[in-house]
């Protein structure tokens, strides 16, 4: 009861900020799944069923906000969809020795990618409303798609900053878009796996645990999404995923000398890096915030302004 309790808290807070930032539900809860032990194919099995359920109750709850942009749903989750059926069958038939690590490494190069995105790099904002072709947006979910399917997650942390970097649709509404789009993508992926391995490896108890918490989360998320800081949840949720795979790839009796002398002083440096790049985030997002004020300010009309110091 009490590991269920706990993948249920995971699937929560996983949802929260995959929900307000686009990413991380998956490679958070794959990460859990790995760290107890889990095989590596069940691990994403029991991940994407449970994500069936919960980008249902997400994308719903991003349409109701009016976060959806239907066309980018329909361009980037169809090829998405065909990339996570063929990822699940190529993780399916792979030795559990060596997809373990595999999987803990595409983890890490994820976790890496979505830290140093977002602690480094800001949005742009110089190409919003220009359009999202197919040629763009297929491959994109082809790859993401497959990637997400073999790592446990990989929709978002591909899928959202691509669209992020690109400046043509608006933060709220790519987030909302790559997260009901992810639909497709774990209906896929479950299906997938299920015509590999059947219900091999699949705990029910867990799959259910995780989407309760996730479907929890789902409705809030959405309403987050246009409040809290993407730059400091994305620092955030970058560094654990990290630290995590770290974690797992130091565990393997392959490294084990290694990792007995050097692996205090790696957690050790990981740990001041995520605090400085989540330092870093907030930082820069109150100087992002400062601007966006002072401009506001600066366009305001002068004879409006002092009206309102004169109390008009």
Avoid at 10 to 37: E, H, N, P, R
Avoid at 140 to 149: K, Y
């Amino acid at each position: 009861m009490r590991t269920l309790i706990l993948i249920a808290l995971v699937g929560l807070a996983a949802q929260l900020v995959d929900g307000s930032l686009g990413m991380a539900y998956g490679v958070t809860t794959t990460t859990l799944l790995l760290a107890i032990g889990t095989n590596p194919a069940a691990a994403s099995a029991t991940v994407h069923l449970a994500e069936i359920g919960t980008t249902l109750v997400s994308g719903v709850s991003h349409w109701r906000f009016g976060n959806v942009d239907w066309a980018v749903v329909l361009r980037i989750g169809i090829p998405g969809a065909v990339g996570a059926f063929a990822g699940a069958t190529f993780l399916a038939n792979l030795d559990t020795s060596i997809a373990k690590p595999l999987m803990a490494v595409v983890l890490l190069a994820l976790g890496s990618y979505v830290l140093l995105r977002f602690t480094v790099k800001g949005l742009r904002t110089d190409t919003l409303g220009k359009p999202l072709r197919w040629r763009f947006l297929a491959p994109l979910g082809v790859v993401a798609g497959f990637l997400d399917a073999t790592g446990g997650g990989g929709w978002g942390p591909v899928g959202t900053p691509t669209l992020l970097a690109s400046g043509r649709i608006e933060p709220r509404r790519t987030i909302g878009s790559i997260d009901t789009s992810e639909f497709l993508v774990a209906l896929a992926a479950s299906l997938g796996f299920l015509f590999a391995l059947g219900s091999q490896g699949i705990n029910v108890g867990w799959v259910v645990a995780l989407l309760v918490g996730g479907v929890i989360a789902a409705p809030i998320a959405a309403f987050l999404v246009r409040l809290l800081p993407a730059r400091v949840l994305g620092a955030a949720a970058g560094g654990l995923i990290v630290i995590t795979n770290v974690r797992t790839l130091l565990g393997l009796e392959a490294v084990e000398a290694f990792a007995a002398v050097a692996a205090i002083p790696i957690y050790v440096a990981l740990v001041a890096v995520w605090a400085g790049a989540i330092g870093w985030s907030v930082k820069q997002h109150r100087a992002e915030v400062a601007v966006a004020r002072t401009g506001a300010v600066a366009a305001s009309d002068p004879a409006d302004v002092e009206s309102d110091r004169a109390g008009v």
